[in-house]
């Protein structure tokens, strides 16, 4: 897997990183959520949701790394092929983010643009 395809993974990995973090762990504050979706409106009932949604993020984030360890650590197919799905899986589920939630564009930008680089690059060479 070519350099660039790496760099974009890696990129992803801690776009990933930090969104889940965020919506797991403090999207109890106010600030947190202003970043994350526009608003400080809060659900309460929707808390275990957004708790999920960040481990799944969190969980993404992990396959990028693991596939990308397993890639310099010698089973280059097995590496090459978890980062090619893991940012295929990222890429799509941002480009859904983006078409059910517009508004929200940036945020679905940053979930997309670096796994889809990732792959496209990794699939070119």
Not at 1 to 23: C, I, S
Not at 24 to 34: D, N, Q
Not at 94 to 107: E, N, R
Request: glycine residues 10%.
């Amino acid at each position: 897997m070519n350099t660039v395809a790496q760099v974009f993974a890696v990129v992803a990995a801690l776009v990933h990183l930090g969104a889940g973090t965020l919506e797991a762990f403090f999207y109890r504050h106010p600030a947190v959520r202003k970043f994350l979706t526009g608003s400080t409106a809060d659900a309460p009932e929707a808390q275990m949701w957004r708790f999920f949604i960040g481990l799944y993020n969190l969980f993404l984030a992990v396959g990028i790394l693991v596939g990308l360890v397993m890639l310099h650590r010698g089973d280059e197919s097995a590496g090459r092929a978890l980062v090619i799905y893991v940012g295929c899986f990222m890429t799509v589920s941002g480009v859904i983010f983006l078409i059910t939630h517009p508004k929200l564009w940036s945020g679905a930008l940053g979930q997309f643009v670096p796994p889809g680089a990732a792959v496209a690059a990794a699939l070119l060479t």
